[in-house]
């Protein structure tokens, strides 16, 4: 009996997946021109695709003529995260984080083979404070985000950096274990890098261990220390 075959992708749908992708991944919007340039595609095809989706609500034009994420697109990203027993365990611990060090602490995944994205935050209570950026695509590489999920921590158990995306920007990241002893997700601290001392960076290490061994007791990887 001959074997079946897998049923071969619709080019249209993939190529509609690749700009939905990218615009999920941007804060700030995108331009035509530059959807094309990023995904290989001729603006004309560009041009179709979105058209379709912003019909369907999934894609959005902003004032500036660019394009960002419809409301449909992040009705089913949110609707996603609820689904993720990680997204919901980590609303405590980051919670703690934030009011231990007073800074904004993070929930991050990877999302393939270079990136990662922040799935949850609770906001400083300074008014100078980083961003939110849930949702946001960051690198793995020159990010402490991305050297906690990969595993590239120093002897503390965490990683800490002074300068990654934004200049002024520190960061300090501890990844979480899931049952197996993998690398599920990372806790981070990030704040304006003239209010986090070296001091700072030791303490917010300890904060980020300890409540990413919480989380991993949790998740059924064995007990807190």
């Known amino acids: 009996m001959a074997k079946a ?10 190529r509609a997946f690749e700009l939905l992708g990218r ?3 941007e804060r700030t919007g995108a331009t035509l021109s530059e959807l094309a340039r990023e995904t290989g595609l001729p603006v004309s095809t560009v041009a179709r695709l979105l058209a379709t989706l912003e019909q369907a609500g999934f894609a959005r034009r902003q004032d500036d003529g660019g394009y960002a994420a419809g409301m449909k697109l ?3 990203g949110l609707s996603a995260l609820r689904g993720l027993s ?3 365990l980590a609303a405590p611990h980051l919670r703690r984080i934030a009011d231990a060090s007073g800074e904004t602490a993070n929930l991050a995944v990877r999302a393939g083979e270079r990136q990662a994205i922040y799935l949850r935050q609770v906001l400083s209570r300074h008014a100078i404070r980083h961003a939110s950026w849930v949702g946001r695509m960051l690198p793995l ?3 402490a985000v991305g050297a906690a999920l990969t595993g590239r921590v120093g002897e503390g158990g965490y990683a800490a950096r002074r300068k990654t995306i934004e200049p002024d920007v520190t960061a300090i990241a501890a990844p979480i274990h899931g049952p197996g002893g993998e690398i599920v997700a990372a806790f981070s601290i990030t704040g304006p890098t003239f209010r986090i001392s070296d001091q700072d960076l030791e303490r917010f290490g300890a904060l980020l261990l300890k409540e990413a061994r919480r989380a991993r007791a ?3 990887g064995g007990t807190a220390r």
Not at 5 to 14: D, F, K, T
């Open 5 to 14: 075959q897998a049923p071969s992708p619709v080019r249209s749908v993939q």
């Open 23 to 25: 615009l999920g991944g």
């Open 74 to 76: 992040v009705q089913i």
């Open 86 to 88: 990680l997204y919901d």
């Open 141 to 143: 590489e020159r990010t």
């Open 218 to 220: 949790e998740l059924g």
